[in-house]
């Protein structure tokens, strides 16, 4: 089942360095994972913004919640969600 | 060169039905032939909503306006439109 | 899998009396079936405003997508849809 | 009486990990407390949303206020609260 | 029970002119008749706006929800609703 | 003369508990001399929320400007201000 | 007694335009009776907008509603009130 | 002296396609001439949007308001304006 | 030329107190002579709130910009600027 | 390939002072370089606001990207992207 999910990450000029750069280190690790496995469908960069728009494929709302509340970067971002369906038009 | 278009559709309940359903028509045909080109990557229904949330891949902002104004329900809709690039944590 | 979705509708004030009485007859049969088949959870009015707050249980993206167009009252609505997970705290 | 309860919780990343865990916890024993009692009626999470959506069966206004103010996590959370009232279309 | 209401209306310039007064002049009747009954407190003027703020005294939200929709203007209003409880500092 | 005022609160949760209690403390004192005085005439809590809606009675803008930046809580405050009018059909 | 108001105007672009010249030639009659009264103290056009900034000088509020409530444009008006006091800078 | 207008157009779909096209015939003539004047210095197409993001140069804001009210698609128009200034860091 | 400027201040409750009263010292000195020189047009506090309504006659955008960035509450402020044109039913 | 980029600049006031100098001089450094070679088009101060309003030209929307996220300010800064396309009026 799929979501779009745009996150926009907020992060205090101010972060310890060294915090900081493990968690983006570990966000990259985690989002590399989710994408081989499947379920981390899509990963874009909004153009000039600190902020990405995904596409999940996961099981359910339960799995998608736990996916997103896992990402290392998840208390430093806000986070959008709209379920997705199929379009009458999609050739797919 | 990726564009994440949201094109959300207003069409007036009083609408004349043979109109209404001549522009629908016209829609699918144009988005399909779109999509069959490789220029309309994406189409996505948001659930619940006469939206939906596309990718487009096209040469240029040029290229991209020439084929949103081209839509037959364009003066019906409102769209959002979030230049896309590489994100450092894609794996393709 | 569960959804919260607020429905706001939206009637013209000149709107043609039999139309309106019939769209919403139409709308609380279509309801009441919902809420019969155990699609449509719950249902409450948004006290002194033309809007609900419902709670749906269905299959997937697919099916709320449909359920919700297929509303007598869709093209008056102005819908919202959020994607309900399990609670940590909850007890059921 | 019913009222549906959106909270969203915003703790600061940098707050001490005693505190935090202290909280939660508080909060999450007050929340089964009032489940059990029947005042706490539906508790969701919002998927990928540090947020709930929630339904309070209370007495009248200050009962919900008393109840939303003892919440241990009420200094860290933006709330909005909608009375519902029974819907003409509901079965139950 | 108390609740703050603000009620915005909209009419069409080009209404009905009959239609117009004899609507404003059941809403104001229906009004007076509901503040000698108690349960519409308060009816204040917003200062240059179609506009206006009221407190009502009602049994519950239903009968809240029942009064909102009963007003002649209701189809033409933009209504908020705020449960009131009491203030710790209110010397009443 | 009336207005209507909301106030909402915005206290950090490390704010020093002394400072804290001394000025909910000095703000409750204030208030419930105004409402002695007879300027702040109505004072009622948002139920749920760390916010109120009051009523005034002043003399001109100058005093309810004079009134509400005495507030003790005045820094910590998000302020709306309406000016009120006698309404057509109030009774009163 | 000052207040800042901003009014901005929507006509229909299919209004009558015998309808049009006589409500704006009668609104501006209305607007220099009021500026040679004192009362429109200060109308400024807001570039590029069919919106005014203005500043007004009456007696209360209940005088303030019943100017604003007689402007021929009121019925197409948006119109924001803000109550202005001395200002502890200001010179005059 | 410059500023940034940002021009979105609405027309509704069933305005008179004659009058449509002689209406933004008159707009594309005009807006050329005022670009030759050397007052119209930019004028973009927000790609995907009937929306323009235009910089002007003209003497002073009262020009800026004659030009702009004189657009003959201004009935139709949202306009947005910005005064600008020159940056510290422009090369120019 | 006139422009309308909107400016409200935020300082943190926990500023140092010797700086806020040096501050906001500078900031009277700086309007006030700013008023005598005759750029400060109209001076006016929002009742009720840390914001004030300003009007400025200054030769053109670079010295409004030049003015406003000299304010010593600049770095606390949000601003917001209308620039303001003769208005066609005004009587000075 | 053209885009409006609208850049605002958020300096906590208590920000190192040497820190300020130092990244604001960095800027002003970027901002000219990028000017010299072409991709920086236009840099214009929004009047009396920490902000500007900039047009890029660059090969795609990854250059984009990267030219934005390499400002010495960006960390500091809400960024809004415009992808712009040519005015079918425009006469260049």
Request: net charge neutral; charged share 0%.
């Given at each position: 089942m799929l979501f779009a999910v745009q996150m926009t990450v907020n992060l205090a000029p101010d972060m310890d360095p060294a915090d900081r750069a493990s968690t983006i280190a570990a966000e990259k690790q985690y989002a590399q994972q989710l994408q081989h496995a499947g379920e981390w469908l899509h990963l874009w960069r909004?153009?000039?913004?600190y902020s990405n728009l995904s596409v999940f494929d996961v099981a359910d709302n339960d799995r998608l919640n736990e996916v997103l509340w896992a990402l290392p970067l998840f208390p430093y971002m806000d986070i959008t969600v709209t379920p997705l369906a199929r379009h009458p038009s999609a050739i797919h």
């Open positions: 909004c153009a000039g913004q």
